[in-house]
């Protein structure tokens, strides 16, 4: 039972508003949760948390065991955990893979220079995206044939 999310006695407040009160709650590999709420619950007040996007007052969060409250929030995507928003915004001229190839660059060692100059190294690493990536099976599952 490895335990990817934990969170533990979570608190934050805006002036006298108490936006999360104690939270806990654990996330176990392979499991899925859902959290809903009605407008105001503070539904994304915990996912600004978890995402480094705001601090809590008190509490622990830890990703894979590792302490990441406080973290900048691109730390915290280097360690794994990335967030989308409300209002996804695809590029439509880009497939399916290549939009996710996007979502992945925080995982890129060849370089923002090295990409726009299309240099050899970085062709690796596209081609890991690749591996990592079933395009087939995820193209047949769901019935992405013409986007991908």
Known sequence: MNKLL??????????????????SFDVIQGSIKALIGPNGAGKTTLFNLIAGDIQPHSGSIALDGKPIKGLKPFRIAELGL??????????????????????RHTHSKAGFLSCILNLP??????HGTFLIFPVNSFRTHFSLKNFL
Do not use: D
Not at 12 to 19: E, K, S
Not at 83 to 100: D, G, S, Y
């Open 82 to 103: 990335s967030r989308t928003f409300q209002t996804t915004r695809l590029f439509p001229q880009m497939t399916v893979l290549e939009n996710v190839m996007i979502g």
């Open 121 to 126: 190294w970085t062709w690796k690493e596209e």
């Open 6 to 23: 934990e969170i533990h006695g979570l608190n934050h407040y805006f002036g006298g508003l108490q936006a999360v009160k104690n939270l």
